[in-house]
Nanobody
Framework: QVQLVESGGGLVQPGGSLRLSCAVSGSILSLLVMGWYRQAPGKQRESVASIIIGGNTNYADSVKGRFTISRDNAKNTVYLQMNSLKPEDTAVYYC?????????WGQGTQVTVSA
């Protein structure tokens, strides 16, 4: 298991940007997949973006062209750059990792997009 700690959430106006960070306690190189999920009030948790060990990425249709996931192996950190934010992006964002021991989750960070 690894510990995941998210940061970077907050309040932003529509059209603004935020960058979320997910710090991994162990080596990121042992993790097969890392990603971001989000959960809005009254809705199910949904996948937003993922990146596999080879570097390939995948995005939900709702965020394609606006969000970018990346990983810094030297810093054991995964990022989610979010641009052109919309009110419907408001949610708690969770970092997740899949490794040899299974899936782990972070505690979540709140993102609120509002004027």
């Amino acid at each position: 298991q690894v510990q995941l700690v998210e940061s970077g959430g907050g309040l932003v106006q529509p059209g603004g940007s935020l960058r979320l960070s997910c710090a991994v306690s162990g080596s990121i190189l042992s993790l097969l997949v890392m990603g971001w999920y989000r959960q809005a009030p009254g809705k199910q948790r949904e996948s937003v973006a993922s990146i596999i060990i080879g570097g390939n990425t995948n995005y939900a249709d709702s965020v394609k062209g606006r969000f970018t996931i990346s990983r810094d192996n030297a810093k054991n950190t995964v990022y989610l750059q979010m641009n052109s934010l919309k009110p419907e992006d408001t949610a708690v964002y969770y970092c997740t990792a899949v490794g040899p021991a299974g899936r782990d989750w972070g505690q979540g960070t709140q993102v609120t997009v509002s004027a």
